[in-house]
């Protein structure tokens, strides 16, 4: 069975300070990757993914994770972040496609990201 | 772009009562999936669809059940509402091919009292 661990509950930062959300998946078989974003009240929003190629993976507003298969690990990161950024972050892991179907997404227990001034 | 759709936003039930959430998957897509995320809990996946059979199932309770219908959309319905099944609920949707990711809907915010 997969299982995702995300260490930080939570994580206070000040704003234009680096960040890094930390995220271990255990799995005995290759995997997707993802990190979705939940703000307040809100539904899930996916931020970036890793399906295969290149490890470091990039979203459109200056987030990055790579996929370190050697640490089993997706960490995220954003070297400045902002405001807007506070929210609940989730990594989630998936099986690859298989015949016949889609496959469920298993979620680590969330980091509330604070962004403070 | 057309996304998933879930209907209610707001439901309020009391104990014993029945509930019945709705999901219209973005178009084209065939693959249906619910959560359950409880209140300062991560996403908890209950069941999935495809092709309007059930192709996954996760910790739903017995006195939930879902189906897909004909126009892909779908529906959970809940029986014997406990108090502890306030939370709220997410729909996603995929295509089959190639099944790269799941988008989700805004999610049914259910209360039982």
């Known amino acids: 069975a997969q299982s995702v661990t995300q260490l930080d509950s939570q994580v206070p930062v000040f704003e234009e300070a680096p960040v890094e959300l930390r995220c271990n998946y255990s799995s005995s078989v290759s995997v997707y990757l993802f990190w979705y974003v939940q703000y307040p009240n809100q539904g899930l929003q996916l931020l970036l993914k890793y399906l295969s190629g290149s490890t470091l993976v990039e979203s459109i507003n200056g987030f990055e994770a790579e996929f370190n298969k050697s640490q089993t690990s997706f960490h995220l990161r954003k070297p400045s972040v902002h405001i807007s950024d506070t929210a609940e972050y989730f990594c989630?892991?998936?099986?690859?496609?298989?015949?016949?179907?889609?496959?469920?997404?298993?979620f680590g227990t969330g980091t509330q990201l604070k962004v403070e001034l | 772009a057309a996304g998933v759709i879930q209907s209610p936003r707001h439901l309020i039930k009391e104990k014993r009562e029945t509930a019945t959430l709705k999901c219209y998957p973005i178009?084209?897509?065939?693959?249906v999936y619910w959560y359950q995320q409880g209140p300062g809990q991560d996403p908890q996946f209950l069941i999935s669809f495809y092709e309007k059979m059930q192709s996954d199932k996760g910790s739903i309770p017995d006195r939930f059940s879902a189906q897909q219908f004909s126009d892909y959309h779908s529906e959970l319905n809940m029986s014997s509402l406990e108090l502890g099944d306030s939370a709220l609920y997410f729909c996603a949707s995929s295509i089959r091919t190639p099944n790269t990711e799941a988008f989700f809907g805004q999610g049914t915010r259910l209360t039982v009292v």
């Open positions: 178009p084209r897509h065939d693959t």
């Open positions: 989630a892991v998936s099986d690859p496609p298989i015949t016949g179907g889609g496959n469920k997404l298993t």
